[in-house]
């Protein structure tokens, strides 16, 4: 050990003591955690966003007591938890539900990552495999809610979302500066120490000792140590630096024996473009060059793996109120090069709006990608996950110029059908939200980045119930979901998108514990709920904001019974944890805890049953379990947006000739349309009946009837359900084919 060291940890000590002495309860050893909220001062409006320094760090104001703290500080703590996302905050507050003391780390100014960053639609899938700490962050969303001083740009009883059954006890729709709202009210209740805008120092940010962390030390030179770490984080620098083994991009479907991982072009027929248009600055002339984000190497071997990433956007949170809504204005560093794909899409004959909104309260939205060019920057995302913060600020600030320039050029440009350019000028983002930001998200929606490669690797086979983890610490409900990856030139010289894989049809699944602890020969006290080992697929159906709560609530628990058990966090007894966490209100088994009288199994169902996991799609369905009964393990429903462009098509080929009875399901709701088309064709020719899917169905309380029609042996029943001029949401669940004499 150098005397330069000795002499540093010597002054490092010294002036830990003397700050303790006049700020207790922030810095001591140990510390008694009090719920201070280190929050960095509020930029003015006049600046969306920080000014940073040459190395991308957010300046401090001078005059904020904290921030002007010396660099040469230290705090001890049970736990540390980096990375103030949503399954950070559940991960202290799990700590502190167990009675130990935690820091969190957070490297920006806000709270609860995506979660309070845009994304108010809550993706889960099935909603009863969301229990805990999660569920009660949900459970407050509707508290909020329930108090009329809460509504107002509309009622209560304005505001529609298929997201919502009648009898939840709580709501998955909300507004993002609620959501923050909330998470910070549970983190002062708690007593979480929160720390603001202290970033990991990237080359010398971790001290360790054998195959533990000692220490952390962020840029601003704090220094925080720990028994046990968590990295909370969406990029996984902690884990990283720590020495633990990791994976950015996408695997070959040979590493696991998968199917959807690696390239996969013939899955790619959603959000693609229409076919035809030319990726050249000049058509037809190669020699011009590529438009911007086109490539011409081809998309690589179909189920081959490459270091590609799935791409970034900003949940976009828009307004039609004009009292609250900000126009979308021409962006300074406006390209039109960047949009001349979206434009020439247009001429080839796309017509529906590149987008896809979901309702929130008081007249807001949560704006996400659709369709063939749309919010989605792809080819922009490879080098975020191992960037340093430099290269993160640009590529945050190349996505909001993306974004900002893309919705201009929706409402402006003449090339855009007038229809279009009237409704997207109809809305604009929120004043009320992200104000900091001009009402831009500060949050990137970073789907992917690091994923841990641990003693057990969640993969496809997981999602699809071919291996069950037997160590659960939560369940995961959505589909295997992936948005695309790049944008190429194909062999006919037309522009294409690859990437994006919608894959689901099975019920939630375990997640295991194994996969949020490194393996023991790399790191013994840290946990990774966020980046956890997972292929890049069964990674696309995992990392939904209320799954990674879950997480964060079974690490932080996982942690603190290491500590009282004193043992690596790879070798805590499992019973021991899942007592704990049933006891606390987790959701560990589908078996026990799936949905009660909601789910109808087909197979127990007579005649011909036909779900729509069967089913041909035409246009953006989307999956949902929100509401029961269904048939199977959910329906689709059409979002109550592109009314006449989607059509869902149940199809069986007939053993007997005779008449049947053709019956639909769907589950009910106050949101539902009271006039869907659907169009039965048999041996006589097709019949439309409307069907009210406000109305419970009255067989069984799942099926409603549309008539007796007469079928021909070999030939096959066709049921189509259609959209155009309904007036709300329609629902596509399963069809059943019965013969009358049964």
Known sequence: MNQHYILRRAVQLIASTCLAMVLPGVFHNPPRCTGQDLRPPTPSPQSPIPSSDEHGRAQADTDDPQSSTPSLLEAEYDVVVYGGTSGGVAAALAVRQMGKSVALIESGQHLGGLTSGGLGATDI???????GISREFYRRVKKHYEHPAAWRQERADQFRSDRQAADDDAMW??????????????????????????????KHGVVMRDREIESITTESGRTFRARRFIDASYEGDLLALAGVKYHVGRESNDEFGETLNGVQTKQAVHHQFMPGVDPYVVPGDPSSGLLPGVHDDGPGEEGSGDRRVQTYNLRMCLTDDPENRIPFAKPEGYDPLRYELLLRNFAAGETRIPWSPTRMPNRKTDTNNNYGFSTDNIGKSYDWPEGDYATREALYRDHLLYQQGLMWTLANNARVPEAIRREVSRWGNCKDEFAEHGGWSHQLYVREARRMVSDYVMTQHDCQGRRTAEDPVGLAAYTMDSHHVQRYVDAESHVKNEGDVQVGGFPPYPISYRSIVPAADQCENLLVPVCLSASHIAYGSIRMEPVFMVLGQSAGTAACLSIDEDVPVQRLRYELLQKRLLDDGQVLSWDETGPRGAAID???????????????????????????????????HDNDADKGTKEIRFA???EKSGTYEVRLAYSPHENRATNVPVTVHDADGETTVKVDQRKTPPLDGAFVS??????????????IVTTGKTNGYVIADAVQIVPVDE
């Open 602 to 636: 087909p197979k127990k169902l007579k005649g011909l049953v036909i779900d729509d996991t069967q089913a041909t799609r035409k246009g953006e369905w989307v999956q949902s379990s929100a509401v029961g009964p269904f048939v199977n393990v959910g329906y689709l």
């Open 706 to 719: 549309l008539g007796v029609f007469r079928f021909e042996a070999g030939a096959e029943a066709v049921v």
């Open 173 to 202: 729709t909300f507004e993002p500066h609620v959501a923050e709202a909330i998470l910070r009210d549970m983190v002062r209740e708690a007593g979480v120490d929160v720390f603001y805008e202290e970033r990991l120092d990237l």
């Open 652 to 654: 069986a080929k007939i």
């Open 125 to 131: 899938g099935n909603k009863r495999a969301i229990g």
